[in-house]
């Protein structure tokens, strides 16, 4: 275990660092020094343009993305006692890219720019509502998980019809390149669409550490001690559809950031859940400014996408760590 | 003063009353043993007696506020459960929950609280040691002593001495009737009828989800009682160490 302050400071100057060199690194290479003094002073000029519009969109989106799956990990982790619990498992990640693959099969994604996650957004809306619907305050948390498992199923299934259906192979083709996730070419729009959906949802996630804390006992210990246990189920699920919803909507689908991150920061804040929760939104953070800079340096021309990426570097990383702590679970 | 009131407690299962028509008060100063059969409802009286459970009739935790019953009964459940490997002093400071203002950070009389419950349970040399990681006995003990630092004037313990070794079980009692001695109460569900002789002051014996017996040890553990609800015979006399009680034979 680290002292929380010492892990706070440096998860927060690793994500800091990242932050700045997520900024500074593009296919325009651009003279340090100007481009953070355009980035500050605005103005007209294209540096200034590439710099508002197009890097700190995308450094922006990186920090609220990582930061939501990394919390939306550990609360899921937190709550279902369960370290191979991941944000997709309430089934709103599947719904949500249900509703974009939608708009961009039936074209609306074109017709303007924030098309594609408002139809997101709808489908996790939808994909709530079925799984309170089903999973409702008398449910218990393995009811959610079997109606997160067979919503994901469902909006799988359908999103595997549109691309059947669809009518030309590059309509096809845009829809998996899409699903690949990735942060290229998003606005400041973007940003606006999914900022408060992630903070608001981070606002209610962060506030149920004191809840998972005591569920470390179980189910009936914790009711004991003053947890209720409905309200804490409602509260999750509405956090992690906020902000999963919000980042599928705007990113696509990132992968394995909410698994591996509680799981590389399990060990430095002594696993209470609680402190989990913060350590691996900053956590999440760096992980996936990390690898939207790996993105642009590895193959610059290639347009490499970010969920991909994520995907390979962390399996890999995440059967290391399954490796290294065997020994630590019943 | 009386910190379980229970009035024609019933818990169903389905049509089947698990749990029939109870009435129980305990007060400040008793150790209550609540014992049984597999199968007679200790659990689920507690269960039930807590809120966790549905149920018809009045329990007077029941019916008070989440975060009023955390701070006036400590539960500790019957099934271990330790979901994450924290260690030993995290995982005893959970009992404090209940009276930390959300957000707070454990303050001295928390952390005095915690250094006593670990003390009882012999735990002081456990402190840093991961709670998944120890034997079956010493998480039973790390449990026992989380309930014991929430410090909630009533302890409902079920079977919490199950699985420890002989010294940490005789210790464990001690700590309870301590407890109760020094003004709390506890209502521990045992099915070592010897140890319950020895440290109750009294026993309340459960069949078919009623209670059948409630009194001293000496007035519950009746040989008809015995042969009635758990069908064994026993050996028991009054030493000058205090009550001996030995189940000798199934009927």
Not at chain 1, 96 to 109: N, R, Y
Not at chain 2, 139 to 146: D, F, K, N, S, V
Request: hydrophobic share 55%.
């Amino acid at each position: 275990m680290i002292a929380p302050r010492a892990l706070a400071l440096s998860l927060s100057a690793m994500v800091a660092a990242l932050f700045v060199a997520s900024l500074l690194i593009g296919p325009a290479a651009l003279p340090v020094g100007e481009s953070l003094a355009a980035l500050v002073a605005g103005g007209d000029g294209p540096l200034a343009l590439i710099m508002r519009e197009i890097r700190l969109p995308r450094a922006v989106l990186a920090v609220l993305i990582g930061a939501a799956l990394g919390l939306s990990g550990a609360a899921m982790q937190g709550y279902l006692r369960n370290p191979l619990a991941e944000p997709g498992l309430i089934g709103v990640s599947a719904s949500a890219a249900l509703g974009a693959v939608i708009a961009l099969q039936t074209g609306v994604a074109s017709a303007h720019v924030l098309a594609l996650p408002v139809a997101a957004l709808l489908g996790a809306v939808v994909a709530v509502g079925l799984i309170l619907g089903l999973a409702g305050p008398r449910g218990s948390s393995l009811t959610l998980i079997l109606a997160g498992v067979a919503i994901s199923a469902l909006a799988g299934a359908f999103t595997s019809l549109v691309l059947n259906l669809s009518p030309n192979p590059f309509a096809a083709s845009e829809i998996v390149f899409w699903m690949m996730g990735s942060l290229a070419d998003r606005s400041v729009l973007h940003v606006a669409i999914a900022a408060p959906f992630i903070l608001g949802g981070g606002a209610v996630l962060l506030a149920l550490g004191r809840g998972l804390d005591a569920l470390t006992l179980g189910e009936d210990a914790a009711a004991a001690m003053g947890v209720s246990l409905s309200q804490l189920r409602l509260m999750l699920v509405l956090g992690v559809a906020a902000v999963v919803g919000a980042s599928t909507a705007v990113a696509g689908a990132v992968g394995f950031v909410g698994l591996v991150v509680p799981h590389l920061l399990r060990r430095a804040v002594g696993a209470r859940p609680s402190r989990l929760l913060w350590a691996s939104a900053l956590g999440g953070a760096a992980m996936v400014l990390a690898a939207d800079i790996a993105v642009r340096l590895v193959l610059p021309e290639r347009d490499l996408k970010l969920g991909v990426v994520m995907a390979i570097v962390g399996a890999p990383l995440f059967l290391h760590l399954i490796y290294r702590t065997r020994g630590e679970f019943p | 003063m009386s910190l379980l009131d229970l009035h024609d407690l019933t818990v169903l299962r389905g049509d089947c009353p698990v749990v029939d028509h109870v009435r129980l008060t305990v007060i400040a100063g008793e150790c209550v043993g609540l014992i049984g059969p597999n199968g007679a409802g200790k659990t689920t009286l507690m269960r039930g007696a807590l809120g966790l459970e549905r149920f018809t009739g009045r329990s007077n935790l029941a019916a008070m506020s989440a975060a009023d019953r955390a701070r006036a009964v400590a539960f500790l459940p019957q099934s271990r459960q330790i979901a994450w490997p924290v260690d030993v002093e995290t995982l005893v400071a959970l009992g404090r929950l209940p009276w930390l203002p959300r957000g707070a950070k454990l303050g001295k009389a928390d952390r005095a609280a915690v250094d006593r419950a670990l003390h009882w349970l012999d735990l002081d040399g456990f402190r840093h040691r991961i709670a998944t990681q120890l034997s079956g006995g010493e998480q039973g003990r790390a449990l026992i002593a989380r309930a014991l630092a929430q410090e909630a004037p009533l302890l409902m313990a079920d079977e919490p001495v199950a699985g420890l070794d002989p010294a940490h079980q005789i210790a464990t009692m001690r700590v309870f009737a301590d407890l109760a001695a020094a003004g709390h109460a506890v209502l521990v569900s045992l099915h070592d009828l010897g140890l319950a002789a020895r440290h109750c002051t009294r026993l309340v014996l459960m069949h078919m989800g009623r209670i059948v017996a409630d009194g001293p040890p000496r007035a519950v553990l009746t040989p008809e009682n015995l042969a009635q609800v758990f069908r064994i015979s026993a050996w028991s006399a009054d030493t000058p160490q205090g009550p001996v009680f030995q189940p000798m034979e199934v009927l």
